[in-house]
């Protein structure tokens, strides 16, 4: 048996390495294999080449003139630091056909996302499968300002654009930033000794620094600080940097007021506003993917924030309640609530879930809604399965989830469009030691049936509990008497364990990340993506040390690796296209009921995995309506709506409209279907005579 | 009704000629309204600039008129008093408030010391039309007292994936969108045999005699329904950037905050003056001034706030009697990006809506106030209902009622239409005007006298040997706004108010907050002790000290956003 370390590093991950059946450069492949970190180091790739600003946009303009009748460019901002904020719109059917809008690099810290949407669009022109039936609007920098840190020196990272920003309300404005203080042209850290020093080196590797636990009976010894000077001499280090906005939290959903990198208002940036602005323009926008931080396709948004409505118990206000005459002293579900009202609505007016949650007052959506965790769970598995194929198998850091306030979050949760994110690389996990242990992983316990899991035995399952930290009320006992009595499921538990908090004992390591990050540049990058502490004589706090990690070595890999991660993960964007949905007229039928009247009766089907709208989009009603017209010369209507606006069809899923119609003289009926997310159709059929 | 259209068409008439000081019997249109701004602007040119803000979503200009004394000083120097009104654009006392308050302040600036004070310590910015399309369509088109709130931005109300194309219409060709009802022996409804105009729910076992059929219109896209998908809706008080939420959440919010072209112009007009500490936003109706927070879950206002709305908010409620002063989302209900939500918290300055006009003023019992002032939820026509008949019958001889007036209509077939007119319901005939712009002026005047207003007291220099000084700084408000919101300070919205010290030949050792003069405690400031950041309270003072070591003239300068800058030389001997 062996202790696995998922109760530092929760869940599934995966991290693509092993072998590869497609052909990978020699440096890359070499990377991907799985690597014993004491092994000899290979030499250093040079990791300085990702594409800067200006580079940028001249691979636009070329990726243009190249392909000038499918390419159009359009110069969406200027940022505040004098940059544009260019997309790329790909495709030969302008607003006439869906189209997947890309953001890529928002908070300006991922070299990679920009090479990944400047890859796309070059495959997508190559590709006349993407580019036929579908417009794309691919935004590949999205905070230019931000992104140019990464070719100047000394290099630090910060997500802010150029706008200055008064981090410390004193009387100037970004005074107070880093200072290479040792030349070596990094940002890192200083470490001091000082009495009320919180920090310690971690047990047996020196160079990282982990908390001093008083109660266990350690006494800190440094305080760490970023490298830099005090420059307005307040007592305070870097504490006013330059960088305003950070684009990525600037949009408006769960937009935090007063954040330090927030922006005054949601959109109150250029790059913001200009996307905002675009995207409602633009209701053709049928997907969106973000290139960035996150990557939904390894770990599906997640909920559990509070404040979310809980749309089968729902407390109706006394005042409201009262008027419409029901018991507020219970709860209801939104079904029984549409119930109650639709009596009460106007003539013709459909009272729904929308209209319902904004009469009640029940506030924004702040999780992802059920329904739509069965897409986002489903094609995570299937890109799993896919990355399985191609043999990128070995595990990497959990991707991480969005900020408030970023990019991604609001395309789902304001535009009600399906959001897939990717970032394309992640740390590896380093190996650890194998030990004796349970064997069992939240992973494996999600798969179990109830009969697997009481078939563990109590003493693996009781070393399973306190591996993973679980409270003492817990005991495999009592567990197995629950799965047995069908009160909880393997997989039930599952999900509370990985919502568990990671166990304590792990902090003596120092944190995992910062451990995965130092092997990998011990074993990747030569070392050189940590610094090793150096004294150093500061003007104000005496003596120090200098040195940790490099920025953006933990998210940004050796550019050498840049061509086969995106060989790999690139092309599944296709896949994920292929599940936009489709809206087809499937039959249409008349039955003639006598006196020139007939029924007609068309059938809609989705032919697409995604719903239409998704859940989401049901909810907040932003994307735009698919209708269904019915004309005819000489046709009277008798039920049924010359136009009729489309509801939800689900994925795979048809729905079947009537109307009545009456017509004394043979016609020709047409029934058009409109949508600008999911296609039109249209049949003619003939009646009367 | 002819004569009733055509005695508001004479008063209209008379308003061509526009004169300074301006008239306030009747109502300005919008293009008379810029008019009556640029004729303040040319009789004051010293005291008057006129500023394009922006453009609205049909390319109309949105005005604001600044009143400053320049001799007393540059505009950022002073504290700013924004005042705007009409930002819904069928709200249009909303403007006669904002104009009256500027004729007010200029006609008799020199003549009256409280004005003449109030306009030298202050800079007033005022906008009397925000939603300049709204107050034209409300102006130009047949509405009904209710419509043309909102921005000229299409919204697919019905969601039939057309554009505002079944809005009701004047069918009756007579200039007002009124109610249509159809003769019904099923209805629910029967004439109220007090006033046969108003209709009363009929009581089981009773016959019905009407079934209303909502405003006045047709069924323009044939989908069968009337008046489903009307002009906008963006609500232009909902689509500010703090707090906002998205349509499904906050009915009228727009797609994203500062959709509205205006309302963005105003914005970035606003954040371009910080030194507005003072917002008045009016609206109809009701007779309320309304303080933040909007909606429940911002909390409450920090305690110094509460009590600067308090004073301010408990005097108004005298100036204007039968004005209540209330919280927004407690007393009403909770709403996201509102305008005074962004002024409050992202301008830092103290915000309150006036809701103009009390309805319940129109009687007809001989008293000034009318008890009974809601229609009864049963349906049952109230006494205030019949009273509100009588007074417009007897004192405005009918010029606002429609009557009851067979029509034959294209769907229905015969019905009938009458009702209020758009004049009516929310406004106040002209003839009560005048009362309601004075009152609601004075109360702009009164919060505007309690602006910051601070002086600066050097009461100690006292050597304590060698080349050290002890300087003692008092800084004194007599307004009983601070000079820094407490909300700010909070969130940190931005630097407060610096006092320092500084000389050629000294070096401040020390410096901090004098907090007990007489038992010299000091609480001192280990950084920069020759920079403090401050805020004086309301009615209140703060004293600093400072250590100062060397010789020669200090200069101990307090510089504020919103309170001006104060400096004093000093010798140190």
């Not at chain 1, 906005?245 to 200009?274: C, D, I, M, Q, W």
């Not at chain 1, 719903?611 to 009603?621: C, D, E, H, L, Q």
Request: hydrophobic share 35%; proline share 6%.
């Amino acid at each position: 048996m062996k202790i696995s370390t998922f109760t530092a590093i929760r869940g599934l991950v995966l991290l693509f390495a092993a072998t590869f059946t497609a052909p990978l450069t020699a440096a890359a492949a070499e990377i991907f294999k799985d690597t014993d970190p004491t092994a000899s180091l290979v030499s250093s790739p040079p990791i300085e080449k990702y594409s800067d600003p200006a580079t940028v946009s001249h691979r636009i303009e070329q990726l243009r003139q190249a392909n000038s009748s499918l390419v159009r460019v359009q110069k969406m901002a200027v940022t505040p630091g004098g940059r544009e904020l260019l997309m790329i719109e790909i495709g030969s059917k302008g607003t006439s056909v869906p189209a997947v809008l890309v953001g890529a690099n928002m908070s300006g810290l991922n070299p990679l996302a920009t090479e990944a949407a400047l890859e796309l669009a070059s495959r997508i022109v190559r590709d006349a499968e993407l580019n036929a039936g579908l417009t794309w609007y691919i935004v590949p920098m999205g905070n230019p300002d931000a992104y140019a840190r990464y070719f100047t020196k000394p290099l630090w990272s910060d997500p802010g654009n150029a706008r200055p920003f008064n981090d410390d309300t004193d009387d100037q404005t970004d005074e107070d930033g880093y200072n290479d203080l040792d030349g070596n042209g990094i940002i890192t850290q200083m470490r001091a000794k000082a009495h009320d020093g919180i920090w310690i080196p971690v047990d047996g590797e020196p160079r990282l620094m982990r908390k001093a636990d008083a109660s266990k009976g350690e006494k800190g010894i440094y305080k760490l600080y970023t490298e830099g000077i005090d420059d307005d001499g307040d007592g305070q280090y870097n504490e006013d940097v330059p960088g305003g906005t950070n684009v990525n939290v600037n949009f408006p959903h769960l937009f935090k007021n007063f954040g330090r990198r927030s922006g005054l208002y949601p959109g109150s940036e250029p790059e913001s506003a200009a996307l905002l602005k675009f995207a409602f323009a633009h209701p053709e926008i049928a997907m969106v993917l973000s290139f960035g931080q996150t990557n939904y396709l390894l770990s599906p948004p997640q909920g559990g924030r509070k404040g979310s409505v809980d749309t089968e118990n729902i407390r109706v206000p006394r005042e409201i309640g009262t008027a419409m005459g029901i018991d507020v002293s219970r709860s209801y579900t939104m079904a029984e609530i549409i119930e109650i009202v639709q009596p009460m609505m106007p003539p013709g007016m459909q009272a729904d879930e929308s209209m319902i949650a904004s009469f009640l007052g029940l506030g924004a959506v702040v999780n992802p809604l059920p329904e739509d965790m069965t897409f986002y769970n489903e094609i995570s598995s299937d890109y799993k399965e896919y990355l399985k194929k191609k043999g990128a198998t070995a595990e990497r850091f959990d991707p991480a989830q969005p900020d408030d306030g970023a990019f991604e979050m609001w395309a789902y949760y304001h535009l009600g469009l399906p959001v897939f994110t990717m970032d394309f690389w992640g740390l590896p996990k380093p190996k650890e030691e194998k030990k004796e242990g349970s064997g069992i992983t939240s992973e494996s316990l999600g798969k179990m049936t109830s009969e697997e899991f009481v078939a563990l035995g109590e003493e693996k399952i009781a070393a399973f509990l306190k591996e993973s930290n679980s409270p003492a009320q817990f005991t495999a006992q009592s567990l197995i008497k629950m799965v047995q009595g069908g009160q909880m499921k393997p997989a039930q538990m599952a999900e509370m364990m990985k919502k568990m908090p990671p166990k304590k004992s792990d902090e003596k390591k120092g944190d995992p990340k910062e451990t995965a990050q130092l092997a990998f540049s011990d074993t990747w990058l030569n070392g050189s993506g940590f610094t090793p502490w150096k004294s150093y004589s500061h003007p104000t706090l005496g003596e120090v040390e200098i040195g940790g990690f490099t920025p953006f070595r933990d998210n940004t890999p050796p550019e050498s690796m840049v061509d086969s991660l995106l060989d790999l993960q690139l092309p599944y964007v296709s896949e994920l296209v292929k599940r936009l949905p489709k809206l087809a007229i499937a039959d249409v039928k008349t039955t003639e009921k006598g006196g020139g009247v007939y029924q007609v009766e068309a059938w809609v089907t989705n032919e697409g995995f995604l719903s239409f709208p998704i859940a989401m989009g049901k909810r907040n009603k932003a994307p735009a309506p698919a209708i269904m017209t019915l004309e005819g010369d000489g046709i009277d209507i008798l039920s049924g709506k010359k136009r009729t606006p489309v509801g939800e069809i689900g994925g795979m899923k048809s729905v079947r409209y009537v109307w009545l119609v009456r017509s004394p003289k043979k016609s020709a009926l047409t029934l058009r279907l409109e949508s600008k997310q999911a296609g039109n159709d249209s049949e003619k059929i003939n009646i009367g005579g | 009704m002819t004569i009733a259209v055509a005695a508001l068409a004479v008063t209209l008439l008379q308003a061509q000629e526009i004169k300074v000081p301006l008239r306030f019997d009747y109502y300005y249109s919008c293009e008379k309204m810029a008019e009556a701004m640029k004729a303040l602007n040319r009789a004051y040119p010293e005291l008057t600039t006129l500023d394009e803000v922006g453009r609205s979503e049909e390319g109309r200009i949105i005005w604001a008129l600044t009143i400053n004394n320049k001799k007393t000083g540059e505009p950022l120097s002073k504290p700013g008093v924004y005042v705007d009104g009409n930002i819904h654009g069928n709200e249009i006392q909303a403007g006669e408030v904002c104009l009256y308050l500027a004729n007010r302040l200029l006609t008799n600036y020199g003549k009256i010391p409280e004005i003449t004070e109030v306009v030298d310590r202050n800079i007033f910015y005022i906008i009397p039309v925000v939603n300049v399309d709204g107050r034209a369509h409300f102006f130009d088109d047949p509405n009904t007292p209710s419509t043309n709130r909102t921005i000229r931005i299409p919204v697919d109300d019905d969601r039939d994936g057309l554009l505002d194309e079944d809005g009701p219409e004047d069918i009756d060709g007579d200039g007002s969108i009124t109610n249509m009802r159809i003769r019904d022996t099923l209805g629910r409804l029967r004439s109220d045999p007090a006033d046969p105009r108003l209709m009363i729910s009929v009581k089981p076992g009773e016959k019905g005699e009407w079934t209303r059929l909502g405003q006045e219109g047709i069924d323009n896209d044939g989908d069968g329904q009337v008046n489903e998908d009307a002009e906008g809706y963006v609500d232009g008080n909902r689509n500010w950037g703090f707090n906002w939420q998205p349509p499904y959440v906050q009915r009228g919010a727009g797609n994203y905050p500062f959709e509205g072209t205006g309302i963005k112009a105003i914005a970035g007009w606003m954040l371009a003056r910080p030194n507005i500490i003072l917002v008045f936003a009016f609206h109809n109706n009701g007779g309320m001034y309304l303080r933040g927070p909007s909606f429940k879950a911002a909390g409450e206002l920090p305690q110094g706030d509460i009590a600067v709305y308090d004073y301010i908010g408990k005097n108004m409620e005298k100036i204007v009697p039968g004005y209540q002063y209330l919280i927004t989302w407690k007393d009403l209900y909770s709403t996201y990006g509102d305008f005074t939500d962004f002024t409050n918290n992202l301008v830092g300055s103290y915000s309150l809506v006036g809701e103009l006009y009390q309805p319940e003023t129109e009687t007809y019992d001989g008293t000034l106030k009318r008890k009974e002032e809601e229609r009864s939820q049963s349906g049952a026509a109230s006494e205030g209902e019949r009273q509100r008949l009588l007074f417009d019958d007897n004192v405005n001889q009918g010029e606002l009622f429609k009557e009851w007036k067979a029509f034959r209509h294209p769907l229905y077939g015969d019905v009938e239409i009458g009702g209020w007119t758009k004049m009516s319901s929310r406004l106040p005939h002209p003839f009560m005007l005048q009362d309601l712009v004075h009152r609601n002026a004075s109360s702009v005047i009164f919060a505007a006298r309690q602006t910051p207003k601070i002086k600066m007291d050097v009461f100690e220099v006292k050597k304590l040997g060698g080349d050290l000084w002890s300087v003692r700084v008092r800084l004194v408000n007599g307004g009983a706004i601070p000079s820094v919101t407490y909300e700010t300070i909070q969130n940190k919205l931005y630097p407060i108010d610096k006092l320092s010290v500084a000389g050629r030949n000294a070096k401040v050792v020390s410096g901090g907050v004098l907090t007990d003069a007489w038992m010299n405690m000091v609480s001192y400031k280990e950084f920069r002790p020759e920079v403090q950041m401050c805020q004086v309270p309301g009615f209140g003072k703060v004293e600093y000290q400072f250590l100062v070591s060397g010789k020669g003239d200090i200069e101990i300068k307090y510089e504020s956003r919103k309170a001006g800058t104060i400096s004093k030389t000093v010798a140190l001997k």
